[in-house]
């Protein structure tokens, strides 16, 4: 493809393929990491958005939160100043509540360098778990600040089902090429988290 190079460019795909980059199969892991040149990851200009994908991500702990980080390139302790809004839609899975659609303020981030939160409340039992998909925008571009958005579905441990959208960007004109994820506290008891990348 034009402007592209990299093994994981497809020479025989239209340029709205998603290419698998990396797979994790996580098992009690307190954090997981995507690095670039780490274990067949690839995250810098061979493509221009990335795609996480969240596969019944389960937590250890009871009622905590899926997050998310990046480091710059060179950069360690995934604290990188973010600004980001949060809105969530939830029912009660007996109906006893009416759907709610509210903005999370208290998850939003004003250049704030916390992990961000995806999903809020997260339940640990059995039946429950949180699924979706985290996007990534032109994160080698050393020009312009880098944007993320992410809608996320997921069992709460109050038993809602809840819709969780969060959207903003990184302020940094750095590039990033890390990326982690984590719950709020505990472990990772088992997900499935896939990388594409998107030469557009």
Do not use: C
Request: aromatic content about 12%; overall charge negative.
């Amino acid at each position: 493809m034009p402007g592209y190079t990299g093994a994981n460019v497809p020479t025989n795909s239209s340029q709205t393929d998603w290419v698998p980059i990396s797979y994790q199969d996580v098992h009690s892991k307190s954090l997981v990491e995507f690095k670039h040149n780490e274990g067949g990851v690839v995250l810098d200009n061979t493509y221009r958005v990335y795609k996480f994908e969240f596969i019944n991500v389960h937590p250890a702990t009871n009622n905590v939160s899926f997050q998310f980080q990046a480091n710059a390139e060179g950069e360690t302790g995934y604290n990188e100043t973010i600004q980001s809004g949060v809105l969530a839609a939830y029912s009660k899975e007996d109906n006893a509540a009416a759907v709610n659609f509210n903005e999370e303020t208290g998850t939003d981030q004003a250049n704030g360098t916390s992990y961000q939160v995806l999903v809020e409340v997260q339940g640990n039992g059995l039946d429950e778990s949180a699924n979706g998909e985290l996007y990534i925008y032109d994160p080698s571009n050393t020009t312009h600040v880098k944007f993320f958005t992410s809608h996320i579905n997921n069992y709460t441990h109050d038993d809602y089902a809840r819709s969780n959208r969060v959207s903003g960007y990184f302020n940094t004109t750095a590039a990033l090429n890390n990326f982690a994820f984590k719950f709020s506290s505990g472990n990772i008891e088992h997900a499935k988290i896939k990388l594409f990348g998107l030469a557009t």
